[in-house]
């Protein structure tokens, strides 16, 4: 069996979708899983749709993500150019369109806007299309070349029989057979002189030696269509593996309006690269052990294409934010602190201990945005109702907290050294004094110190960040609270 080569060929159309990049992912681990090569192919024949700067972003994204790549454009594996306007130079797509107009496998069509207007649609998985009535199939010899002579704008056309069947194998779907009249003669090179996206793939894949072509399940109905130009060459197919549908949790097509249908906005969202691409690889693909944490190093050990799902796969935000903050929490503290760094600043204007913040949140956040509700209460106090100093299970009320508080502010006040270790022995020494357990004065202190009834630590390690004087003016402002809510009640 030949090496195993496969191709990730984006249009460069704009961001690359959710979508895409599971397809080059799965490209990638395909190849190398079997040792063999993984290229990139730019094709940008739909200048209708060609978008600046697209090209970089499917550079940097297959970067970032990890994919390199063997050979493409900017790495000549000997298969170039590997931009398919660059390959129209040499003629490439016509001298083979030609080839089949020669062997019967393909037609000159010079009809003009208004008579393809006036043909009869058809109703095709649900969307309505033109199906071509072969017109032009029947122009002699001598037509064609004076249409030809003349200028007259055309384009070149598939030639598909109306009768009979073509049948193509799909490693996930297996056999699928199609009837040929449901088969459109459809359009190989346009009037402008560029192939289209169908023709071009076809021949760029067999001239570059594509073992396996990975795509998404909606090119199922065309593959019919590309297995016939194969059997019209007399080229062996290459291994089709047809990818499930992506959808959100509503079971609808991911779209740009969910926010998070491309990588970029993944990333910018504050998702690491490593979880996405993990998580992307679960799209459509289960692993025989049951375990969700890959390395891109273990995807390749591990993968089997053949262990591809045909069922739709959902895009779960919420379980992506899961992984990532597994990412998280296994991360070297150092590279977190670079990352999370920035997100802290944003939202604190007083200096405090940087590091002793990250360290509290690196267990406690799923995404890096998530820093801002964790810490906000560093900056200030927020409103919060004296209700919250009640919690059952540390049998505590307002009135149990003020009195607590209220004989811990001089302790406080006395103590000199405020690091964690030394407030909690403090603590610990008063709530055995008190004869009482450790939340019955832990809870109204961190609740005094933050407002909050979710904090990233502990009392004493709040105490500790905010410091000497934060602490005990915020400790007295609680004993003010609670007094004045207190008595209002009376």
């Avoid at 700067?53 to 550079?59: C, K, M, R, S």
């Avoid at 007399?234 to 998070?260: A, C, F, M, Q």
Wanted: charged share 30%; proline share 4%.
């Amino acid at each position: 069996m030949s090496k195993v080569r496969t191709r990730y060929a984006p249009s460069p159309t704009g961001k690359m979708h959710v979508g895409n990049l599971r397809s080059a992912l799965y490209e990638f681990l395909i190849a190398k899983h079997a040792g063999g090569e993984f290229m990139l192919r730019i094709e940008d024949t739909d200048q209708e749709r060609f978008v600046e700067g697209a090209t970089e972003i499917i550079y940097r994204t297959l970067d970032q993500a990890g994919l390199k790549h063997d050979e493409g454009p900017d790495r000549d594996g000997g298969y170039g150019p590997y931009v398919q306007s660059e390959r129209m130079k040499s003629g490439i797509y016509m001298k083979y369109a030609k080839e089949l107009v020669e062997r019967g496998e393909a037609y000159y069509c010079f009809c003009d806007k208004e008579r393809l207007e006036s043909l009869k649609t058809e109703i095709v998985e649900g969307k309505e299309i033109m199906m071509y009535d072969k017109h032009c199939l029947s122009l002699s010899k001598e037509e064609i070349e004076a249409n030809l002579a003349a200028g007259t704008p055309f384009v070149i056309r598939q030639n598909i029989p109306k009768e009979g069947t073509t049948t193509f194998h799909d490693e996930l779907y297996g056999d699928i057979t199609v009837e040929n009249a449901e088969l459109d003669d459809m359009i190989l090179i346009k009037s402008d002189g560029y192939p289209t996206y169908n023709f071009a793939n076809v021949v760029d894949d067999h001239t570059m030696n594509i073992t396996h072509v990975v795509r998404g399940n909606e090119y199922l109905s065309s593959s019919p269509k590309y297995q016939r130009l194969y059997d019209a060459f007399g080229w062996e197919s290459p291994v089709y593996i047809h990818l499930p549908l992506i959808t959100d949790e509503n079971h609808k097509k991911l779209s740009k309006r969910s926010g998070h249908a491309s990588f970029e906005d993944l990333i910018e969202q504050g998702f690491l690269t490593e979880a996405v691409v993990n998580y992307i690889a679960l799209l459509g693909w289960s692993p025989d052990e049951n375990r969700e944490i890959f390395t891109l190093e273990e995807l390749i050990r591990d993968f089997d294409y053949h262990r591809i799902s045909k069922s739709p796969a959902v895009f779960d935000i919420v379980k992506l934010k899961w992984m990532n903050g597994e990412y998280l929490k296994a991360m070297d503290f150092d590279k977190f602190f670079e990352m999370a760094e920035p997100y802290i600043r944003k939202c604190l204007t007083k200096e405090y201990d940087l590091k002793k913040i990250a360290a509290m949140v690196k267990t406690r956040i799923e995404i890096f945005p998530d820093i801002a509700d964790h810490i906000d209460f560093f900056e200030e106090v927020p409103e919060y109702d004296c209700a919250m100093y009640a919690h059952k299970k540390m049998k505590t009320t307002p009135e149990s907290s003020l009195e607590v508080l209220k004989e811990l502010i001089p302790i406080f006040e006395n103590q000199e050294d405020y690091s964690n270790d030394a407030l909690y022995e403090t603590l610990c020494n008063y709530v055995a004094d008190k004869g009482c357990k450790n939340g019955y004065a832990m809870w109204p202190v961190r609740t005094a110190v933050s407002g909050k009834q979710m904090t990233p630590g502990g009392a004493t390690e709040l105490m500790e960040v905010l410091g000497k004087e934060e602490s005990l003016s915020r400790l007295r402002t609680a004993v003010d609270k609670l007094t004045a809510d207190l008595a209002n009640k009376e």
